[in-house]
């Protein structure tokens, strides 16, 4: 018994430690690391890291080449945070829409990808995902949509028809998940005071500087590179850019490089 107390002490004391450590280092250390490096101090640590089963980790190596890309360390980190995902947000089928296991995973894996760089990933400005199966009516615009980020109800909103459009079609830069995540990304990150918000909304003013350098713009505009949707106002060029970023981050390095530095630097993204 005396024993089982003392291991108990020593656990609770570390874990008081480890708690201690982690703020004075978030908190007074990080933000000079960034400025210096542009980078978080560090990105992923799971005292207990929440696995997924052979079946779904087959699913995400067979449908996401991202996660097959990943290390055998990085890919244990992927399934925690899918997990966390699906565990932590609630999912609605609507119009008789019935959400399965599947269309779970490749929602949480969509935005796990997105949001692999942030420490804090587990975003408080949604908690609900809506899927219906097809384009819907829009609560917001009275017109028909494919999908939506809707900050006032905390909800993602998707077609999934459009979704697995998206998903299934990887060099068209045309895909409605990352599209509607990235919408969450720059609405958290230009809000919340987290290290990671803290670096993507630094290096967004600087993107945002550059591209609205009339000559830079006009190139951009005359190079047809990005849809014209993209010049619609700065959330959906970020979203349209993280559609390239993702799916031919190739073409994109090649034609504005100093474009793609900056989205890798903003969303703390690393190759595996």
């Known amino acids: 018994m005396e024993f089982l107390i003392a291991a108990v002490t020593i656990f609770l004391v570390g874990f008081i430690v480890f708690m201690l450590a982690s703020h004075f280092i978030s908190s007074v250390i990080e933000p000079f690391y960034i400025a210096a490096f542009e980078k978080p101090v560090y990105v992923h ?21 991202f996660y097959k890309r990943l290390s055998e360390k990085r890919k244990t980190y992927f399934d925690h945070r899918v997990y966390q995902f699906m565990a932590h947000y609630t999912f609605h089928g609507k119009q008789g829409l019935v959400v399965t296991e599947e269309m779970k995973l490749m929602v949480a894996a969509t935005y796990v990808m997105l949001t692999f760089g942030f420490r804090v990933y587990r975003f408080n400005v ?9 384009s819907y009516e829009s609560t917001l615009h009275d017109r028909l949509h494919n999908g939506e980020f809707n900050p006032a109800v905390k909800a993602i909103v998707f077609s999934w028809k459009h979704f697995l459009e998206g998903h299934e ?24 005071k987290d290290n990671g918000a803290a670096l993507f909304a630094s290096r ?67 190759e595996n």
């Open 45 to 65: 640590f799971y005292l207990f890291p929440k696995q997924l089963d052979e079946r779904q980790r087959h699913l995400l190596r067979t449908r996401f080449a």
């Open 126 to 134: 949604f908690d609900k995902i809506i899927l219906y199966p097809d």
């Open 169 to 192: 079609s990887s060099s068209d830069n045309l895909n409605l998940g990352i599209h509607e995540f990235a919408h969450v990304v720059h609405f958290y990150g230009l809000r919340r």
């Open 204 to 270: 967004f003013e600087r993107l945002l500087k550059e591209i609205n350098h009339a000559p830079n713009r006009q190139r951009l505009m005359e190079s047809d590179y990005f849809r014209n949707y993209a010049f619609t106002n700065s959330f959906e060029f970020v979203a349209v850019m993280l559609e390239h970023f993702f799916e031919t981050p190739q073409d994109f390095k090649r034609a504005f490089p100093e474009l793609y530095n900056h989205v890798r630097i903003m969303i703390n993204y690393r």
